[in-house]
């Protein structure tokens, strides 16, 4: 396959803070269309594991700062796709949280393009210094200690993933979050993000 989707979630914190994913994301979420999964930690339980398993067999995980039943994993790691390295972590190690220059010092450490990070429960995606960096938000919408903002409203955070297309030095960002109108329906909305290697510096 030439270019494969990759899935980035992370933070979903079942059965501790949220039930399960949304059915809505489950759904969109089948076998044979996804080609590796990078889980950015805060799994607390083995179904949600067995769940992105059945997804796609290439499952690469971080450790999150709740994964005290996973005490093997790394804390960050990196993968390649196509002329692109990525790295990605939970982000409890990163300090301030979601500092964007710490984030830099971060991802020029790991010596990647793009960095994807957790913790902070809510999806963000930007370039800096050549860089390019992504927060996919938890895919239940469980808001972490300290993090609720009123606009979440009572019953947590946007529910949230991405899926990445790499092509050569192109990244493809596809996010989606699961919306609820005034009158509570919910619906999944889409927006894409695109992201180039600028090839200036680097090896």
Known sequence: ?????????????????????????????????IGQILCLGNLTSKEPYDFLRSIAPDLQIVKGDFDIDAPNLALSRVVAHGGLRIGFT????????????????????????VLLWGGTMRFEAYELEGKFFVNPGSATGAVGTGSWREEDGPE???????????????LVLYVYQLKKDANGVESVGVEKVSFRKNGAGGS
Do not use: E, N, Y
């Open 156 to 170: 947590g955070g946007v529910p949230s993933f991405c899926l990445m297309d790499v092509q050569g030095d192109v």
């Open 90 to 113: 939970h982000g409890h190690t990163i300090v301030p949280p979601g500092d964007p220059d710490a984030l830099l010092i971060a991802a020029r450490h790991m010596d990647v393009d």
């Open 1 to 33: 396959m030439s270019a494969r989707l990759v899935l980035v979630l992370g933070d979903l914190f079942i059965p501790d803070r949220a039930l399960d994913i949304p059915l809505k994301f489950k759904k969109l979420l089948t076998p044979g269309k």
